[in-house]
């Protein structure tokens, strides 16, 4: 799968099959509508594209409400790359682009630096300035500059809007196996690896600090979670504390983690860290002794899960 940043630099002149979307988190519901995508395009010996927008334009037309992805853009691309798409292009979204009407979305985008042959579209979708574009526009535009539009069934796109909302609620919850189930994978935080104040190696837990720098990345709730990462090509185990660390009187929130059987310097290293299962609710302790108590309980139950279950 080819990245390419701006539909003005995708430069294939072969026919294209085209979905456009958000598609955040990549789920099951998201990978049926590509799956079908890059099947047909295959078939019809055409390139399949996924046409997305960052910022969101939620992030650009709505700033005052606050919002939480499932994926960032980095991680969104590293899974749309499994599903044998042959490109992603990520357009940039701004106001002015906002202003873009409906024909000229068409004509210039799809058209003119797409080559479009077959769109392949939600029923309910809506686009250009104003959102003044819709299924009925497509069709009537479709017949002027010869390609097909091909609707997503109702059903599908509903179970796709579904399906996001239980994972957000799931991630909330502190319901990660459910979470996890509608992925088809494990959610992820990735980061960073930064300096703490240290208190973890004190008491022989030592941590890595992960400062996650895409503010829209959705935080699950506060808690002690079993991780796993991949650094320098080994699978890692650990268990990982989001929260602001009230036993020691924290007053921000960090993200945590102490990696099992391990003593590698990751500072300033970039990590990914899997969420695999959710251990139990933060909580303030009467004394450091009785968090170390309670850290050593925690490593026992993590290690007995993994032994079983990983």
């Given at each position: 799968m080819k990245?390419?940043?701006d539909?003005?630099n995708f430069?294939d002149k072969e026919?294209?099959y085209?979905?456009?979307g958000t598609f955040d988190?990549?789920?099951?519901?998201?990978?049926k509508?590509?799956e079908?995508?890059v099947?047909e395009?295959?078939?019809?010996?055409?390139?399949?594209?996924?046409?997305?927008?960052?910022?969101h334009?939620?992030m650009?037309?709505q700033k005052d409400?606050a919002?939480?992805l499932i994926?960032?853009?980095?991680?969104?691309?590293a899974?749309?790359e499994k599903?044998?798409?042959?490109?992603?292009?990520?357009?940039p979204?701004?106001k002015e682009?906002?202003?873009?009407?409906?024909l000229?979305?068409?004509?210039?985008i799809?058209v003119?630096?797409?080559?479009i042959?077959?769109l392949?579209?939600?029923?309910?979708?809506?686009?250009?300035k104003?959102?003044e574009g819709?299924i009925?526009?497509?069709?009537?535009?479709?017949?002027?500059?010869d390609?097909?539009?091909?609707?997503i069934p109702a059903?599908?796109?509903?179970?796709?809007s579904v399906s996001?909302?239980?994972?957000r609620?799931?991630?909330?919850?502190?319901n990660l196996e459910t979470a996890?189930?509608?992925?088809?994978?494990?959610f992820m935080?990735?980061?960073?690896?930064?300096?703490g104040?240290?208190?973890g190696?004190?008491?022989?837990?030592?941590?890595?600090?992960i400062?996650?720098?895409e503010t829209?990345k959705?935080i699950?709730?506060?808690?002690?979670?079993?991780?796993?990462?991949n650094?320098d090509n080994?699978?890692?185990?650990?268990?990982m504390?989001?929260?602001s660390?009230?036993?020691?009187?924290?007053k921000?929130?960090t993200?945590e983690?102490?990696f099992?059987?391990f003593n590698?310097?990751?500072?300033?290293?970039n990590?990914?860290?899997?969420?695999?299962?959710f251990?139990?609710?933060e909580e303030k302790f009467?004394?450091?002794?009785t968090l170390?108590?309670?850290?050593?309980?925690?490593?026992?139950?993590?290690?007995d899960y993994i032994?079983?279950?990983?």
């Amino acid at each position: 799968m080819k990245i390419v940043q701006d539909t003005s630099n995708f430069s294939d002149k072969e026919k294209t099959y085209v979905t456009i979307g958000t598609f955040d988190g990549v789920h099951f519901g998201h990978q049926k509508i590509i799956e079908k995508l890059v099947n047909e395009a295959k078939k019809a010996n055409k390139k399949s594209v996924v046409l997305t927008f960052f910022p969101h334009p939620r992030m650009v037309l709505q700033k005052d409400v606050a919002l939480e992805l499932i994926n960032t853009i980095d991680e969104r691309a590293a899974l749309l790359e499994k599903t044998g798409l042959d490109y992603l292009i990520i357009h940039p979204f701004s106001k002015e682009f906002s202003r873009m009407t409906a024909l000229e979305f068409v004509r210039d985008i799809l058209v003119n630096q797409l080559n479009i042959s077959k769109l392949i579209i939600g029923y309910d979708h809506h686009f250009g300035k104003n959102r003044e574009g819709n299924i009925v526009q497509l069709t009537e535009y479709s017949h002027l500059y010869d390609f097909v539009v091909e609707e997503i069934p109702a059903q599908d796109i509903d179970d796709v809007s579904v399906s996001s909302t239980k994972i957000r609620r799931a991630l909330a919850s502190g319901n990660l196996e459910t979470a996890n189930d509608y992925l088809g994978y494990n959610f992820m935080l990735n980061g960073n690896v930064v300096n703490g104040k240290k208190l973890g190696g004190k008491i022989g837990f030592p941590t890595a600090n992960i400062d996650v720098n895409e503010t829209y990345k959705l935080i699950p709730k506060t808690g002690v979670y079993i991780v796993k990462s991949n650094i320098d090509n080994k699978t890692v185990f650990g268990m990982m504390n989001i929260g602001s660390r009230p036993t020691v009187n924290g007053k921000h929130q960090t993200i945590e983690v102490h990696f099992f059987d391990f003593n590698q310097n990751l500072y300033d290293k970039n990590i990914t860290v899997e969420l695999i299962y959710f251990l139990r609710n933060e909580e303030k302790f009467d004394s450091v002794n009785t968090l170390v108590q309670q850290l050593k309980k925690d490593e026992k139950t993590a290690k007995d899960y993994i032994k079983t279950n990983c």
